[in-house]
C-alpha cells in the first residue's frame, strides 16, 4: 500500500517536472523566435499581430474607460471627505497615483484582458489543434510558434501596454471632471499637485508590469491552446484553465515586480 503511495507521488513529481521543464523551453522557443520576428519578412504574421492589438486593444477601450473613470472618482471622493480631517489632504494625490498608476491600472487592464482575449486566444489555438490546422502549417513547413504564437505574443504586450496607459489618462485626468460635480477642485491646482508627485519610476513601473501581463497572457492563452489534444469538447476545459491560470500568473508578477520596485 505505502508502495503504490510512493508510486503514485513519484510519477505525480516527475509529471510535474516535466511540466515546468516543457513549459521553460516553450517560453524559451517563443522568446527567441520573437526576436527573429523582427530580423526578417513578416507578411502575414505582421497582419495576424495588427490584427491581435485590435482584438485586444480597442475592442476593450470602453470596459476601460469605465473601471477607471470610477476607481479614479471613488478614491479622490474618499481622499478630499477624509484626509483633511487628519490634516493629510495633500496624500490624495500620492494615493491616487500609487493606486491607479503602480499597481490598480496595470493589473485591473491585465485581468480584463486575460478574460476576454487569454479565452480568446487559448480557444482559437485550441480549434486549430483540433481541425488539424497545426499540423497543416508544419506540412507546409510554417513554423506554428512563429506563425500564430509570436504575432499574439507582441499584440498582447503592446495592447496591455496602450491600455494601461488609457487606463491611466481616464483614472487620474478623466476621474478629475467627474469628481468636480461632486467636491469642486481648482483645475490648475489639481494638476500641478499631481505631476509634482508622479515620478519616472512610477511610469516606469506602470508600463514594466503591463508589458510583463501582457506576455503573460499570452504564453498562457497559446500554451494552454496547444494542450487540446483531439477533442473539442477540451476546449471550453483549456480556456477556463487559461483564464485561471492567467490570473495566478499575473498576480505573482505583479508581486515580483512590486517588490522589486520598493528593493
Known sequence: MS???LSSLGNRAIA?????????????????ETVLFFRKRRGEAGRVLVLQILFTGVEALNVIALLALGIGALIIIQGVSLLPQFGQGDLVYPILIAVITRELGPILTA?????????????EIGTMVVSHEIEAYMAFGIDPISYLVVPRFLGAIVAVTLLNV????????GSFFVTSLIHPIQFAEYFHNLLLRLKPVDILSSLVKSATFGAVIALVGTYSGFQVERASTEIPQVAIKAVGKGFVYCIVADALLTLVYYL
Open 3 to 5: 508502495g503504490d503511495i
Open 16 to 32: 510535474r517536472t516535466h511540466d515546468i521543464l516543457y513549459g521553460i523551453g516553450y517560453v524559451a522557443t517563443v522568446i527567441k
Open 111 to 123: 485581468f480584463i484582458v486575460t478574460a476576454r482575449s487569454g479565452t480568446a486566444i487559448a480557444t
Open 166 to 173: 488609457y487606463f491611466n489618462i481616464f483614472g487620474l485626468l
